[in-house]
């Protein structure tokens, strides 16, 4: 099946099964490996992207239903050479360790800062409930988001 | 411990920001599944439903009929290579694919090799697989029975399932003391089966390039040199040389010990590739991770723990049934089959030891590993701290003052354990006290009265433990005859940057920030200015890998001691070219100077140059050294934790309302890196403590095979973790450092259990297996009588 879609701002197009994910579409086809894969049944949130910018788990989207989509990936993320406050956030507070699951937090952060500019530590835990972190215990993602949170309602782009 | 370079510099103690995060936070990290290479082919494996049958039959046509199919790989084809059988790192045998019979459910049965991930996977499905179910042997205590079913048939005279008997300690001595005894205690305690659930799970791709007969081979590998020597050994019939092996071991997503083995995935992709000649992919899936690579803990442990009435501790006694499945694919070193259980007398000042372990196939995965711990330690831990506890209350003792009567004194240290081991350092008063004094300590001992007497559940509990890391000195310390040491191979260029090379591989841990501190340390050249690699077996000096905390006691003393290499050459240059005596020259971090004249100096940055462009006649040009380090002794971090829990009368849950843990892990490298490798620690003590187990029914499935059952915790249930250090430097460790990405998950399941054992003792309670799920209160508080 023919699926057009944008990544990042570019247009892509491919002919796929339709069975096909859309985070192999991403990754296999499209060659942007930042989309990692923890799970395969939406439990670890490593494949997180954001589907029109909604946060989706891009191993239980198939590549078809991204049609006509605007999707963003952490490779999305940096805009003319500029990090995003959230990539500046989990540098600064070592808000990652493996890396793994980072890409997949990122995204999952993005979507919630959109809608909720000023969280409190329990909004951030929750909305980051649905992306597994082996290595951080969680600790310092927290403070990462809090730190993007402050730079953006600062005027930080 | 003192700064002595600059923010700039960037050496020991600075917290400065990790080098390999700005490719991660961009998704520009390369993991092994991020390899492609053009013309590769995928393997995907058919496992097994039962614990153990008999192979009837394998049909491959209708896999084969499937477009993209190429092949179907059975143990019958590997068997004409005797590739079917490899050996373990403990010296047994274990199946790459099966020709007679599967022996736990999901073994691998049949791979199939396609063009395509997709491809392969409808292959799998299609093959098919007859079996006749066999009796399957569950339970480590009826395996030993007479009459049970003998599993390992394939060896010759093997008549049980009993694979090694082991035991440590002064026997004599130990039953003495238990004679002699006012009170003993004694506890059934199991330590689950546990998965360190990486969020990357394994996988390789290995490529065999038929015009340079070479094979290279990305992996999710924690030990790759230590991997192409097995690789050498067991395919160098088929013409795997060691210098025809490399092996890469990329960005990795987490390791935690479940990265050390060698999986058959690994193996069926490189025969494959050595059979076609083409790039072969094998990523496993969750559930083939969580039910098929080795698993952690499984110790059905009878401990017994003596004491006088005034409550000296005097003697520990342990029995173990170490379930491993069924093979030993342990990842110990090789003279110790329980790994280093043995530090099982913990922080105590106890006069007598004896320890017995008897290792036990059933029908289930081979293992143990480690689930992010040094060798059987926490197990160790878990128990000691439980019995401490148990016998304090039995004496009707607070926690922390027995421990505290108890404790190895920092004047004792250092310190012969009743077991063997010389501890190095340690002050454990000091670090207990500074927990209780942080969590306020006797505040909650009366909120916790006052509660009682209004019936609420809480409850305090203490671990304070001792490790036991840095595998390890080569008298004792090997791995399949390979010693234990750890190297660093460091070149300085022309214009005093540097590249250093080690024998490790970071799995998340930050090797390439803090190793370039210390570099930066001990030659004052800028972190910034050193580039770290490691992973690549063609490049880097041999060491052992990483695991164990093995890597700052190893690795980390490896690169100090070659930059003193570097520094000692450096002061002949110095001194040639400041026309003064090598004795007359004084080091400090950056430069050389003259004594008593400040303002005449070289830096290592000019010494670097001259190097290469004005060395002194008779010296060779160049800047580098090397170093294998053999440690002289194991390094002993330790630490107190303090845990506060509420208990949900209604439900059961455990809440975890404070938890304060203070580490000594010696002088730190980078204060950042070592918090936030306990709070990972911290989090992976909790997890098993309250959520993670998995375990197998009567005819063994298995139980908790996916991230729906296996419960991996996430932000919400994990606690704030407060956390604080004292600092005891090791005293034969170049750097003073011990390592510390492991204690907080060997120390925190205890605190956590202690916790809930003291919030129901007064119901009778004296002991709760982990994992203390609110299903498993619940039902204990209603035998109790205890309702909402």
């Known amino acids: 099946m023919w699926v057009k879609l944008s990544i990042n701002g570019e247009k892509h197009e491919a002919d796929v099964e339709p069975r096909l994910l859309l985070v192999h579409l991403i990754r296999d086809v499209l060659r942007l490996t930042g989309t990692h894969i923890g799970c395969d049944t939406t439990h670890c949130g490593a494949c997180t992207v954001l589907m029109d910018g909604r946060a989706v788990k891009s191993c239980t989207v198939f590549a078809v239903q991204a049609r ?6 952490v490779e999305g993320l940096e805009q003319d050479s500029k990090l995003h406050p959230l990539q500046q956030g989990f540098m600064a507070e070592h808000g990652l360790q493996c890396g793994y699951c980072t890409p997949g937090m990122l995204m999952t952060s993005y979507a919630f800062l959109k809608k909720h500019p000023a969280p409190n530590e329990e909004d951030i835990r929750r909305a980051i409930s649905g992306n597994l972190c082996r290595c951080t215990g969680y600790v310092n993602i927290v403070k990462a988001i809090q730190y993007a949170a402050a730079t953006l309602r600062q005027g930080g782009s | 411990m003192a700064l002595r370079t600059s923010p700039e510099v960037g050496g020991m103690g600075h917290s400065i920001k990790r080098k390999e995060d700005p490719r991660f936070i961009r998704g520009k990290g390369t993991y092994v599944d991020d390899v492609q290479l053009p013309g590769m082919l995928y393997l995907d494996i058919a496992r097994s439903p039962f614990a153990h049958a008999k192979i009837t039959r394998i049909g491959t046509s209708k896999a084969l009929a499937i477009p993209g199919v190429l092949a179907v790989i059975t143990g019958q084809d590997l068997a004409k290579y005797n590739l079917h059988w490899m050996p373990t790192l403990m010296s047994d045998t ?13 073994q691998e049965v049949a791979a199939v090799l396609a063009t395509s991930r997709y491809a392969a996977a409808d292959g799998v499905a299609a093959v098919e697989v007859e079996y006749e179910p066999l009796p399957v042997v569950v339970d480590p205590k009826k395996a030993l029975e007479p009459g049970a079913p003998v599993l390992r048939t394939d060896k010759k005279d093997k008549k049980d399932n009993h694979i090694w008997h082991w035991e440590w300690g002064d026997r004599a001595a130990t039953d003495r003391a238990f004679t002699q005894a006012d009170v003993i205690v004694k506890q059934d305690i199991y330590i689950p089966r546990i998965h360190v659930a990486s969020i990357e799970t394994c996988g390789c791709v290995a490529h065999f390039d038929k015009v340079n007969d070479k094979l290279t081979v990305w992996m999710t590998t924690q030990a790759p040199h230590a991997i192409r020597t097995v690789f050498a050994l067991v395919a160098g019939h088929v013409g795997l040389a060691e210098h025809k092996i490399r092996i890469i071991s990329p960005d990795i997503g987490g390791g935690f010990g479940g990265k050390v083995p060698v999986y058959p995935g690994y193996v069926i992709a490189v025969a494959a590739s050595v059979l076609t000649g083409k790039p072969v992919k094998w990523i496993e899936d969750r559930m083939e991770n969580l039910q098929a690579d080795s698993f952690a803990r499984d110790y059905h442990i009878t401990a017994e723990l003596a004491g006088k009435k005034d409550g000296t ?14 093979a030993d694919a342990a990842a110990n070193p090789s003279k110790f089959p329980a790994g280093l259980f043995h530090i099982c007398t913990g922080s105590y000042d106890l006069k007598a030891a004896h320890v017995e372990v008897d290792g036990v196939y059933t029908n289930k995965p081979p293992g143990g590993i480690a689930y992010r711990c040094s060798f059987r330690v926490t197990e160790a831990v878990h128990t000691i701290e439980r019995m401490v506890d148990l016998m304090a209350h039995q004496l009707a003792m607070d926690p922390a003052d027995f421990r505290l009567k108890n404790f190895i004194k920092p004047e004792q240290f250092p310190y012969k354990s009743a077991l063997g081991w010389e501890y190095d350092s340690g002050n454990y008063a000091g670090a207990l006290q500074k927990a209780m004094d942080r969590i306020g300590y006797t505040e909650l001992k009366r909120e916790q009265a006052e509660k009682r007497k209004r019936g609420e559940l809480m409850g305090i509990g203490i671990s304070s433990f001792t490790e036991i890391v840095g595998a390890g000195p080569s008298k004792h310390f090997d791995i399949l005859g390979l010693k234990m040491f750890d190297s660093c191979e460091i070149r300085i260029h022309p214009t005093g940057k540097a590249i250093a090379r080690f024998g490790t591989k970071s799995q998340g841990q930050g ?28 490049t880097a000096p041999y060491g052992l890998g990483t695991y164990a905390s093995r890597s700052t006691p190893t690795a980390g003393a490896a690169a100090a001691m070659a930059a003193r290499k570097v520094r000692d050459k450096g002061r002949k240059i110095a001194a040639h070219l400041l026309e003064a005596s090598e004795n007359d020259l004084v080091w400090e971090p950056g430069k050389f100077s003259v004594k008593g004249a400040p303002a005449k100096f070289k830096t290592i940055q000019e010494i670097a140059f001259a190097a290469y462009t004005n060395h002194p006649q008779g010296m060779e040009a160049g800047l580098e050294a090397v170093s294998y380090y053999d440690p002289p002794n194991l390094t002993y971090p330790f630490g107190s934790y303090v845990c506060v829990v509420d208990i949900d009368k209604g439900t059961g849950e455990v809440k975890v309302r404070r938890f304060v843990a203070v580490d000594d892990c010696g002088n730190i490298i980078n204060p950042m890196i070592v918090e936030g490798q306990i709070h990972g620690g911290l989090t992976m003590g909790f997890a098993p403590a309250l959520l993670e187990e998995i375990s197998y029914d009567e005819i063994g499935n298995i139980r908790g095979g996916s991230f729906i059952d296996y419960l991996v915790p996430t932000a919400v249930e994990t606690p704030k973790w407060e956390t604080d250090k004292t600092c005891t430097p090791s005293p034969h460790h170049p750097l003073g450092a011990k390592g510390v990405g492991e204690s907080a998950t060997v120390g925190a399941p205890a605190a956590i259990v202690n916790a809930v054992v003291d919030a129901l003792w007064h119901l009778g309670v004296r002991h709760i297996d982990i994992p203390i799920t609110p299903p498993k209160v619940w039902k204990l508080l209603r035998e109790k009588g205890i309702t909402e």
């Open chain 1, 68 to 73: 006509d989509k605007q999707i963003m990936t």
């Open chain 2, 94 to 106: 274990q199946m790459v694919l099966p020709v007679e019979k599967v022996m736990y459910q999901a």
């Open chain 2, 313 to 326: 501790l005097t003697a520990l006694r342990i029995k173990t049934l170490a379930d491993h499945g069924y």
């Open chain 2, 511 to 538: 090797h390439e920030t803090t190793y370039a501190q210390i570099l930066a340390e001990e030659l004052g050249i800028p972190a910034a200015d050193i580039q770290i690699e490691e992973g690549d077996t063609d």
